[in-house]
């Protein structure tokens, strides 16, 4: 359980970067599906490190790529809870 995420109001409140399963093996899942969930992970980390940016300056602030991470992340996010 995640503090960070019961704050934001993200429901159910666990954190992805921060778990991890025995379950998440290459061999188990297959190529794709393990490097899906591997990226799906490094934009949840990039989002991280930007929210912080996001709060000062604002989403303008940012380039078009890390717009387009910052999108995709919270959409993942309202679809994961």
Not at 26 to 37: I, K, N, P
Not at 41 to 50: F, M, N, P, T
Request: hydrophobic share 40%; net charge positive; proline share 2%.
């Amino acid at each position: 359980m995640s503090r960070s995420q019961a704050a934001k109001g993200i429901y159910p409140t666990v954190d992805p970067l921060l778990s991890s399963s025995k379950m998440m093996d290459r061999f188990f899942w297959g190529d794709r599906h393990y490097t899906f969930a591997e990226n799906v992970r490094e934009h949840l980390a990039r989002y991280q490190e930007l929210e912080d940016i996001i709060a000062l300056l604002g989403l303008e602030a940012l380039s078009e790529k890390s717009r387009r991470i910052v999108i995709c992340v919270r959409k993942m996010q309202r679809y994961f809870s």
